[in-house]
């Protein structure tokens, strides 16, 4: 998990992850996301409403809770996305 912890941090670091439910939306709706990434606890509304919105984008489900990555990044949420496809690949692979 810790691999896993550190790719969503660097991809935080360096301006390419979304968290939270509006920012998400918001961008999944402007074209600007490569992955939506949901934790392990998420609700099952939120799977529906991205598919609905965008069928087009990944949604993949994280191996960890919400409380897990909040201690992580520092910030509690549910769903995350990237936008930058090469952070996006190597995010899926570490899954």
Known sequence: MNKLFNMFGLCRRAGRLLIGRDAVIGAVK??????????SDAAA??????TA???EVKVLTLPVTMDEMGVSLGKRSCIFAATDENFAA???KLI
């Open 30 to 39: 402007a074209g600007k996301v490569k992955a939506v990434y949901l934790t």
């Open 45 to 50: 509304s939120h799977n529906r409403e991205l």
């Open 90 to 92: 190597a995010i899926e």
């Open 53 to 55: 919105i965008a069928p």
